[in-house]
């Protein structure tokens, strides 16, 4: 499955809609996981928030379930996309499977930000 990315006024916003999806496990306390198996992870939403002054305050959020069938969040802040870092992996396994959500009519415009 390829992964989806929506844009939001809020990172809040992102993961109150994940956690109805049923997204419940807080991936971000299991960082040494997701950096040493990243094979056991699939991206299954992308939420992007932009800052409206401050580049620093971008975040992504994905929604990631594992091939226990575990699904939950990771939050990172622009700050977090480091080498050897949960956020990179995660990032560079969206890019690896990743088509282009406008090609595919895949992206939410629905009470959300471009």
């Given at each position: 499955m390829d992964s989806k990315m929506y844009h939001y006024a809020t990172v809040s916003?992102?993961?109150?809609?994940?956690?109805?999806?049923?997204?419940?496990?807080?991936?971000?306390?299991?960082?040494?996981?997701i950096i040493n198996n990243p094979n056991d992870f699939t991206i299954m939403h992308i939420y992007r928030?932009?800052?409206?002054?401050?580049?620093?305050?971008?975040a992504m959020v994905f929604g990631i379930q594992s091939t226990t069938g575990e699904k939950g969040v990771f939050v990172a802040g622009l700050s977090a996309f480091t080498e050897n870092s949960a956020a990179m992996v995660l990032n560079e396994l969206?890019?690896?499977?990743?088509?282009?959500?406008?090609?595919?009519?895949?992206?939410?415009?629905?009470?959300?930000?471009?």
């Open positions: 916003k992102a993961l109150e809609e994940l956690t109805e999806k049923g997204f419940l496990v807080d991936f971000n306390i299991q960082e040494a996981r928030y932009e800052g409206d002054s401050d580049p620093g305050d971008e969206s890019i690896k499977g990743k088509k282009d959500p406008i090609e595919n009519d895949e992206m939410k415009t629905d009470g959300r930000t471009t």
